[in-house]
């Protein structure tokens, strides 16, 4: 629908576009100064990127294509982290369920302090693995709560932001 938005994650801020079916350049999108011209940045996901689709009323999305890897096998991302540089990502599979499952999303063995933190009713929830965390599990809740905390899930199409203490090979 009109006026809808897409946000993709650029080294640290959110690269906007917004669609307009009679925007000024023809081709219905626009950047965020609402530039005439055709964007020179539109944005393009690569498998394994996160996003975030604002719509302006109801739409529904299908993703169509081949899954990036053959069934059976892994995907690698190498995610370069520093404890300071989040990656919106997602699942290259379409895998949902726990972020620790090991025959799907596969997000274990994370460098201590390493975050994730996903979207929920409109505010990220944020967990924290800690190998040698007070819960036995290795994660914890933004208040470090010592009791358990439920490890978060993510469903098909899903993104999600990992905030990797170190470098981390994310293997799925």
Do not use: H
């Not at 994650?9 to 023809?26: E, H, K, M, R």
């Not at 809740?141 to 932001?161: K, R």
Request: negative net charge; without cysteine.
């Amino acid at each position: 629908p009109d006026t809808s938005q897409v946000l993709t994650w650029n080294n640290g801020s959110f690269l906007t576009v917004t669609y307009d079916s009679a925007g000024p350049n023809g081709a219905g999108w626009y950047d965020a100064n609402e530039d005439p011209g055709l964007l020179t940045t539109f944005a393009t996901v690569a498998p394994g990127q996160g996003f975030f689709l604002l719509p302006a009323g109801p739409v529904t999305n299908s993703f169509v294509g081949q899954v990036a890897v053959n069934n059976g096998a892994t995907n690698t991302m190498n995610l370069q982290g520093n404890g300071a540089t989040y990656f919106l990502v997602g699942s290259t599979i379409p895998f949902d369920g726990s972020i620790t499952n090991p025959t799907a999303i596969n997000l274990n063995g994370l460098p201590d302090t390493s975050q994730v933190l996903t979207w929920n009713n409109g505010n990220f929830v944020t967990v924290t693995y800690d190998s040698a965390g007070p819960n036995g599990n290795g994660w914890y809740d933004a208040n470090e709560d010592p009791g358990f905390v439920a490890v978060p899930t993510v469903t098909v199409g899903a993104g999600f932001f990992i905030l990797p203490a170190g470098s981390y090979n994310w293997k799925e």
